[in-house]
């Protein structure tokens, strides 16, 4: 239609998705060992968010994902937020177009994963609803902002470049409605769904430790 | 959840209905005739018992008569003529004049300067004229004064007597494009490319005003207020009224960019572009009573029951009928005659004597004739759209219970019904909003890029016109000579035809998509404009008069 960014050879982009792969595992690595039920979760929850994404298309840039890593990075962590981000940008540009952008998309929704684990969305008494909802506003916007990066290829200039975010504000003000969209209506039930039942081990710990501190 | 899921899957299958418009309810589909290749670019015209239609671009160009039922009559075709021929047909009565008598005929001026008068019952050549070539020959609207016809050629004008075709006389004057002549009681009023309007006495005398407005591509229009101009620049366009009197410009309208026919009924004046149509009262001074988003680029039809037709040259786009309530309200619907895509051909109404018929042609070259239904009889087919009722409902359902949400003080399921409202609404208007908001950014920041420079090897002849440059395989492959195209898609298109190349894509909400080009699909195709890099989809992409596209595979 218009700008495509740098083209990829097919070697630098098997690279790309090996290097993309390679941080979401090195970022769902712990110390511990995580039970088999939590990799399965991680692995459903990529696979439904990416098949939502997929299945979405039609709609130009509502983006159920930008949500969805917020409330990620927010119930999960930024370290999972952010494999959760890369796989998913990876797995749904398999069927809607792989490319230089999937690195740009990538970084957007991880760095909004991160920032969902940092904002306090999560409280004692569930989502709090209106701070999920200025995030997911501003989260539209940073995303579109890091994507647009990806059309960067040399022979684009400043003034090219502001002028193309100008034409995208459209585009961006549907995202922004999207996410609030998706937030007000899922936001609640998706943040419980993502909700960690304690361990033995951690029951135990707290236990045992309670007990040291009042001993 | 469900209604939220529900709600969006069925905007996609709202957005492909058309609806039904009191225009589509009042006319019936009659015949048409596909021409199959080639352009309907000027109006059908009716001469009382046949139906003439002219065609070019990609087939031979010709000339068509039909009688009233859709049956092709005769037709004349010009081999010679190599571009597409766009002056519109004339008809003439039979009369007679110090250089004497004629029948009745019909006037078609050619792109390869040919001039010829053919009888409107057959087809034969009744005489026929040679005007200078350059480039172009013949585009413009010719005019009748008594006994002669007024011819706009390329580099001039010429007075052409309607009995036999000797020229009287010719005057250069500048390089014109569907500039046509216009006739008062001083002599002969003409524009051209250099924007400059011309007056030639009946002698011949020429004389020069410098307007400065842009391209005249038309008629000049005579009103009470002066000498109305719509005249074409680069990004816009300027309504200018001239007074012939004392030579001075009194009055300077902005409007859009690539500006269609104005049409004229007494004191009102209808003028479109790639921006609005408008509507103008002229008396002392001309006032723009009323304009309505619209993107018109050829010639408008106003017909004497006050319907005005106007096509959308837009890709997958329908037709526009207006209505002028004689005060200061124009109004627009869309209508459905199947015929989607780039036109800029004004139809033709016409009668019988118990039906009115109205003929519709556009780029497609296919021509299709409605009829008025309260004149013939038929009762309508009623077209009830499950889709577009559907969602009529939910939306209904949806500003329903956010009122009902918001009184009870459930503010979050307040917020949820009405931001799932506010979504299906930004979904619905986002094509049509963005190409607007693009539009109006590209007027308001124009792109600086170092411009696409001429190539020697060119011919002389796409000089001042549109050219398509398409790299393939670390070749080159061009071709110019093109006019009059406002976007990009529809310049790649007609170069693409022109080269014998495929060229595939689709329509997607955001714009017309190119997937492949002459079978050379890769990772998609860029494109760039006079140098500047497309940024926005290539059907809202605009081309100017004179601009070189390069298209580029990824």
Redesign the interface.
């Known amino acids: ?4 960014g740098p ?1 990829l050879s097919p070697l630098t982009s098997v690279l790309l998705d090996v290097v993309l792969l390679g941080c979401a595992f090195w970022l769902l690595a712990k110390p511990t060992k995580r039970p088999i039920f939590d990799s399965l979760f991680m692995v459903t929850l990529v696979l439904s968010v990416s098949f939502i994404r997929v299945v ?1 298309q ?3 840039n ?1 983006q159920p994902v930008t949500v969805a890593a917020l409330l990620v990075g927010a119930q999960l962590g930024a370290r999972r937020g952010a494999a959760f981000a890369v796989l998913v940008a990876m797995i749904s540009n398999f069927f809607m177009g792989d ?1 230089w952008w999937t690195v740009f998309q990538a970084a957007g929704w991880a760095s909004i994963a991160i920032a969902g684990s940092r904002l306090s969305l999560v409280t004692s008494t569930g989502l709090n ?1 209106g701070r999920a909802c200025m995030a997911s506003i501003i989260a539209a916007f940073w995303f579109d902002f890091i994507v647009s990066f990806s ?1 960067l290829d040399g ?2 200039g400043f ?2 470049f502001i ?2 975010l ?2 995208g ?3 961006d ?2 995202h922004m ?2 996410n ?2 998706f937030v ?3 936001g609640s039930w998706f943040t419980q769904l993502l909700e960690e039942d304690p361990s033995l081990e951690e029951i135990e710990f707290t236990v045992v430790n309670g007990h040291g501190i009042d001993g | ?1 469900a209604l ?1 899921f529900a709600s ?1 899957f069925v ?2 299958v709202i957005l492909a209905q058309a609806p039904s418009t009191p225009w589509d309810e009042t006319h019936s589909f009659s015949w048409e005739y596909d021409f199959e290749t080639g352009y309907i670019s000027t109006s059908p015209l009716f001469t009382g018992e046949q139906l003439l239609v002219r065609t070019s671009g990609h087939a031979e160009p010709s000339v068509t008569a039909f009688d009233l039922s859709g049956t092709k009559i005769w037709d004349r075709a010009n081999p010679a003529s190599t571009n597409n021929d766009m002056s519109p047909l004339l008809h003439v009565e039979a009369g007679q004049g110090e250089c004497g008598s004629w029948p009745e005929m019909v006037l078609v001026g050619w792109t390869n300067g040919l001039v010829e008068a053919v009888n409107p019952s057959d087809g034969e050549l009744l005489w026929s004229t040679q005007s200078e070539v350059a480039g172009w020959g013949v585009t413009g609207q010719f005019a009748l004064d008594e006994e002669f016809v007024m011819i706009p050629t390329r580099k001039g004008i010429g007075q052409y007597c309607l009995a036999d075709g000797q020229q009287q006389w010719w005057t250069e004057t500048g390089l014109g494009w569907r500039n046509g002549v216009a006739v008062d009681e001083t002599g002969y009023f003409i524009g051209d490319e250099a924007g400059q309007l011309w007056h030639i006495n009946r002698t011949g005398n020429a004389t020069s005003h410098a307007l400065q407005l842009g391209k005249i591509r038309h008629a000049p229009l005579f009103t009470d207020a002066g000498i109305l101009i719509h005249a074409q620049s680069d990004t816009s366009s300027t309504i200018g009224i001239f007074n012939p009197t004392d030579a001075t410009l009194t009055q300077q309208i902005p409007a859009g960019p690539s500006p269609a026919t104005p049409v004229q009924q007494d004191e009102y004046i209808v003028t479109g572009d790639s921006s609005n149509m408008r509507i103008l009262h002229c008396t002392n001074a001309c006032v723009v009573l009323d304009e309505i988003p619209f993107h018109t680029n050829g010639e408008i039809g106003w017909f004497d029951n006050g319907q005005i037709f106007a096509p959308s040259n837009l890709p997958d786009s329908n037709w526009g009928f207006f209505t002028f309530d004689g005060q200061d309200n124009l109004t627009y619907s869309p209508i459905e005659v199947g015929l989607h895509g780039y036109g800029t051909a004004a139809p033709i109404q016409f009668s019988d004597g118990v039906a009115t018929f109205t003929a519709f042609g556009n780029d497609q070259g296919i021509l299709r004739v409605y009829s008025d239904l309260e004149e013939s009889g038929t009762v309508p087919a009623t077209n009830f759209d499950w889709g577009e009722q559907m969602l009529i409902f939910g939306m209904f359902v949806l500003l329903g219970s956010s009122s009902a949400l918001l009184l009870s003080g459930k503010r ?1 399921w307040f ?2 019904t009405s ?2 409202f ?2 299906v609404i ?2 619905l208007i ?1 094509p049509d ?2 190409s607007q ?2 539009k109006v ?1 590209d007027e308001q ?1 124009p ?2 890029a170092s411009p696409e420079e001429w190539n020697e090897q060119w011919p002389d002849a796409w000089l001042g016109t549109q050219i398509v440059i398409f790299e393939m395989d670390g070749e080159e492959h061009s071709f110019g000579g093109f006019v009059g195209h406002t976007d990009v898609l529809s310049l790649t298109q007609v170069a693409c035809k022109e080269l014998d190349f495929e060229l595939s894509g689709e329509s ?7 997937e492949s080009i002459n079978g050379i699909e890769g ?2 195709w ?2 760039s404009v006079d140098g ?7 059907d809202q ?1 605009a081309a100017y008069s004179t601009s070189i596209v390069r298209w580029t595979p ?1």
């Open positions: 239609m218009g700008v495509h083209t979405m039609p709609f130009p509502v490319g609803l059309i022979t684009i003034t090219e002028v193309y100008g034409h504000l459209p585009f003000f549907l409605i999207g609030l969209t007000l209506w899922m | 959840m939220l969006l905007v996609p979050e917020l949820r931001s799932l506010v979504l930004v979904v986002l909003l963005s908001w693009s950014f920041f792109e600086q997607t909400e955001l714009g017309w998509y190119v990772k998609g860029e494109f500047a890099k497309g940024i926005i989809s290539v992409s990824v």
